[in-house]
């Protein structure tokens, strides 16, 4: 069965400094989001993007959060100067029709 | 803002007895309701999803319903087992395009043998 997948499962950085996570969606779904979700709180919207531009973002997306979809299999989210609240796991999600499906995540810690 | 709410926040079962899961929500205008399951650590494996135009899907010993205009959602998990033991979401899909979903803080379930 199709699935998304996420890359890497654990990424620590540096503050300040810049990540990409990269995600690749089942391949004939049309819309693509990120979420991410703190230790111990919900999972929160962050953007979604179709036909190569987004479509909606949250209040969370802001200027250091950027995505890309750089070829016809990759999704990336990029955060250029990660912060010690970054700390979170980073959900990919794709849907074709209306249901979501998740890939397993990148736990993205900063110190 | 649509605000999803899921209670209890934990439940603890005993082996092979039914429960119930609710979420509520507070915006009726939803395009789609999910419901996930989460093991610590991991990703999010989709369980049901119920449209709006629908009452109640059932998968296995899973069934969800969907009562839009009290704004809220129950999964009943029959004959549970302690393989169900995870951190059970509900997330609220938004009308229009994108479909965004809002997410409850989730049931987490501990099933004891």
């Known amino acids: 069965e199709p699935e998304v997948t996420q890359t890497p499962s654990h990424q620590v950085t540096q503050m300040g400094q810049e990540v990409i996570l990269r995600c690749v969606p089942i391949?004939?779904?049309?819309?693509f989001y990120w979420y991410r979700q703190i230790l111990g709180q919900k999972v929160e919207f962050l953007v979604s993007?179709?036909?190569?531009?987004?479509?909606?973002k949250s209040e969370i997306f802001d200027d250091q959060f950027s995505v890309e979809r750089p070829d016809g299999s990759n999704f990336t989210l990029k955060i250029r100067s990660t912060k010690l609240e970054d700390s979170a796991m980073y959900f990919c999600?794709?849907?074709?029709?209306?249901?979501?499906?998740f890939g397993p995540g990148t736990r993205l810690t900063v110190t | 803002k649509q605000e999803v709410t899921q209670i209890p926040a934990a439940l603890s079962v005993p082996e092979g007895e039914n429960l119930v899961l609710n979420c509520s929500f507070t915006d009726s205008a939803i395009y789609n309701l999910q419901w996930f399951r989460q093991d610590p650590g991991k990703g999010l494996t989709s369980l049901l999803l119920i449209q709006s135009s629908q009452r109640e899907q059932t998968s296995g010993r899973l069934n969800a319903s969907l009562d839009k205009s009290s704004g809220r959602s129950t999964l009943y998990i029959a004959a549970s087992q302690p393989g169900d033991s995870a951190t059970y979401l509900c997330a609220v899909g938004r009308s229009g395009t994108g479909n965004q979903f809002y997410f409850g803080t989730g049931t987490s379930l501990t099933v004891i043998p």
């Open positions: 999600a794709s849907i074709r029709g209306v249901e979501q499906y």
């Open positions: 993007f179709y036909n190569n531009e987004i479509s909606e």
């Open positions: 391949s004939n779904h049309l819309y």
